[in-house]
């Protein structure tokens, strides 16, 4: 089977269905969400009907997870707390409680699925842990492999008995190594910031044992007229525009 595991829609459609098309080209037979599916963008309900017409498996993110709860709001950046609060009134009652129903962490065939830090924490990056913790987590776990979002950069974390290895996961396709665990860093589907504003995803093919990141071009401009038509903060228009080319 070929899982295809997406990460922090951020509410862009239009970066989602280039998504969905390159997906159904590549023969993707389950898709996984990693949350952050909602706040910065303009479109949170279509892309909520999305996930739920298209039946996928989805973890709570930390947009998720302040939009259920106000007090997690709080913690949020002025720009990213008004964003979050017009994307809840975008959102109807049905929408608002098939979110509070995610979990902070899946297990489907043998992986993990969290939006920040295994085992289950939604608002944690994985890239300010010491190796030491990053060690002790997955050598807590029974799943081998575990794949992340949140910090909108894609990147792999090989873990050894006496170290952690961190690779960069550029236009690739790399294979996981049974005698190692791994961490994936899936980066974003609508809201990149590793400085090419393609949509990423990446495909877990499970019987090759390989993941390969997939970069995706779409109309950044018709997303942020959205955000500009919306109220959203122009912060994150701009970071659209001004997170590199599409040349990549």
Same mark, same amino acid.
């Given at each position: 089977?070929?899982?295809?595991?997406?990460?922090?829609?951020?509410?862009?459609?239009?970066?989602?269905?280039?998504?969905?098309?390159?997906?159904?080209?590549?023969?993707?037979?389950?898709?996984?969400?990693?949350?952050?599916?909602?706040?910065?963008?303009?479109?949170?309900?279509?892309?909520?009907?999305?996930?739920?017409?298209?039946?996928?498996?989805?973890?709570?993110?930390?947009?998720?997870?302040?939009?259920?709860?106000?007090?997690?709001?709080?913690?949020?950046?002025?720009?990213?707390?008004?964003?979050?609060?017009?994307?809840?009134?975008?959102?109807?009652?049905?929408?608002?409680?098939?979110?509070?129903?995610?979990?902070?962490?899946?297990?489907?065939?043998?992986?993990?699925?969290?939006?920040?830090?295994?085992? &289950? +924490?939604?608002?944690?990056?994985?890239?300010?842990?010491?190796? #030491?913790?990053? $060690? !002790?987590?997955?050598? /807590?776990?029974?799943?081998?492999?575990?794949?992340?979002?949140?910090?909108?950069?894609?990147?792999?974390?090989?873990?050894?008995?006496?170290?952690?290895?961190?690779?960069?996961?550029?236009?690739?396709?790399?294979?996981?190594?049974?005698?190692?665990?791994?961490?994936?860093?899936?980066?974003?589907?609508?809201?990149?910031?590793?400085?090419?504003?393609?949509?990423?995803?990446?495909?877990? &093919? +499970?019987?090759?044992?390989?993941?390969?990141?997939?970069?995706? #071009?779409?109309? $950044? !401009?018709?997303?942020? /007229?959205?955000?500009?038509?919306?109220?959203?903060?122009?912060?994150?228009?701009?970071?659209?525009?001004?997170?590199?080319?599409?040349?990549?």
């Amino acid at each position: 089977m070929r899982v295809a595991v997406i990460s922090d829609i951020h509410s862009n459609m239009e970066a989602l269905e280039a998504v969905e098309k390159d997906m159904h080209q590549q023969g993707v037979g389950q898709i996984i969400s990693l949350g952050d599916n909602i706040g910065y963008g303009p479109e949170p309900g279509p892309v909520i009907d999305w996930l739920k017409s298209c039946r996928v498996l989805s973890v709570m993110g930390n947009h998720e997870k302040a939009l259920v709860n106000p007090v997690f709001l709080d913690r949020f950046y002025l720009s990213a707390k008004k964003a979050l609060l017009i994307n809840k009134q975008m959102l109807s009652k049905a929408a608002c409680q098939w979110i509070a129903t995610l979990p902070f962490f899946l297990v489907f065939q043998g992986a993990r699925f969290v939006h920040g830090m295994p085992p &289950d +924490m939604s608002d944690v990056c994985i890239t300010s842990q010491a190796d #030491s913790r990053i $060690i !002790h987590t997955m050598h /807590a776990l029974q799943e081998r492999i575990c794949f992340v979002g949140h910090t909108h950069v894609p990147g792999i974390f090989q873990v050894e008995t006496r170290g952690v290895k961190k690779k960069k996961f550029e236009k690739s396709r790399v294979l996981l190594a049974n005698q190692h665990s791994y961490i994936i860093n899936t980066g974003s589907v609508g809201q990149p910031r590793d400085g090419y504003n393609k949509a990423k995803y990446v495909i877990w &093919d +499970m019987d090759a044992q390989v993941v390969e990141l997939r970069s995706v #071009s779409y109309d $950044i !401009h018709k997303t942020v /007229a959205k955000i500009k038509a919306s109220g959203i903060p122009l912060l994150y228009a701009d970071l659209l525009e001004k997170n590199g080319d599409q040349s990549r």
